[in-house]
């Protein structure tokens, strides 16, 4: 049986984006069945413009030559990288209608749910993590 | 430093965690079950990440090797052989096999596993004949000799017994469960 990883996205910096993508991959290598549920601020990770550009936190701009240094994968890599590995994406309907965003707005093969649809997926779920 | 054998040779160098990890669990798809991955990292983590990654996907560690900056991890491709049924009909556990060993000097010890998995751990007498080789090397063998084969679970070595009585050796003897639960004495890599 393989184990079952939840993970809520609720922050939208390019640490938050590492965080997530890092321990879904990492899961989905696994041989784990990972959803991650993008709420709030974590729809940017998601979001077809801004998961390119995601901002640092502010003043730890510095750290930014270290990734390069350290050879990190860029998120979009991670991204395509976990959508192949069968990462499921739900875009949280309720933050989408709030902040004006459509579906078309975020990545492709996404879903789009509102909580119970990640309940319903968490409910069974060995880990589950929030960032 | 003797050179270990690996069926593939996997580069993830210079990358960054998950990177080795994603990489080589895209690489063992590719392998059949038994084969053995090379997987060189520069990662410092990914000794343990690999540990760790073999344990929960049921995948053999073999153990890793330092050259320079680069760690080769080695793994075997499972094969859920644990399951299967044994059928060579003589056979020994590892108790009886540590006292043969204590007593008998002539005893000949064939360890049939990969090369990969005798370098990192075997034990001192086995000759190393790994069972894909094992139909051209047995005439270094004497077909009269008593000879014990072992494997890490019994059942490579179940078949090379098989195999080794189909071809006229009169005397041969299969070790169970094998190096997975060998508690006597072996020789390291790095002793």
């Known amino acids: 049986m393989s184990k079952r990883v939840a993970i809520i996205a609720s922050n939208g910096g390019l640490f938050d984006a590492y965080k997530v993508f890092n321990i879904a991959t990492a899961a989905a290598a696994t041989d784990q069945e990972v959803a991650i549920f993008f709420t709030f601020e974590g729809l940017n990770l998601i979001h077809k413009e801004a998961y390119q550009q995601l901002p640092m936190p502010e003043g730890k701009e510095h750290y930014a030559e270290g990734f390069q240094k350290a050879n990190i994968p860029a998120i979009p890599e991670l991204v395509e990288m976990a959508q192949d590995m069968g990462v499921k994406f739900i875009g949280c309907q309720m933050t989408m209608d709030a902040l004006g965003l459509e579906k078309a707005d975020l990545l492709d093969g996404i879903e789009v749910g509102g909580a119970v649809t990640f309940l319903d997926f968490a409910k069974d779920a060995d880990v589950t993590l929030t960032f | 430093m003797e050179d270990i054998k690996a069926n593939v040779v996997l580069d993830a160098k210079g990358l960054a965690c998950p990177m080795p990890i994603v990489k080589t669990k895209k690489a063992m798809n590719n392998l059949d079950a038994g084969q053995v991955i090379e997987v060189q990292a520069t990662d410092k983590g990914s000794t343990a990440d690999i540990k760790a990654w073999a ?112 071809k006229g050796f009169t005397n041969v003897i299969n070790v169970v469960p094998g190096m997975s639960k060998w508690s006597g004495e072996t020789k390291k890599m790095n002793d």
Do not use: W
């Open chain 2, 55 to 166: 344990e929960s996907t049921g995948h053999q560690y073999l153990g890793t090797i330092e050259d320079g900056e680069v760690l080769k991890h080695y793994l075997r491709k499972s094969s859920g052989e644990e399951h299967e049924e044994k059928k060579h009909s003589r056979v020994v556990n590892n108790a009886e096999l540590e006292e043969k060993l204590k007593v008998d000097e002539n005893i000949v010890l064939l360890d049939v596993r990969e090369s990969a998995e005798y370098a990192f751990n075997h034990i001192p007498k086995a000759i190393s004949m790994p069972l894909g080789d094992l139909e051209d090397s047995m005439d270094q063998l004497n077909k009269d000799d008593e000879i014990y084969v072992i494997c890490r679970t019994g059942n490579r070595s179940d078949l090379a017994a098989q195999k080794l009585t189909e």
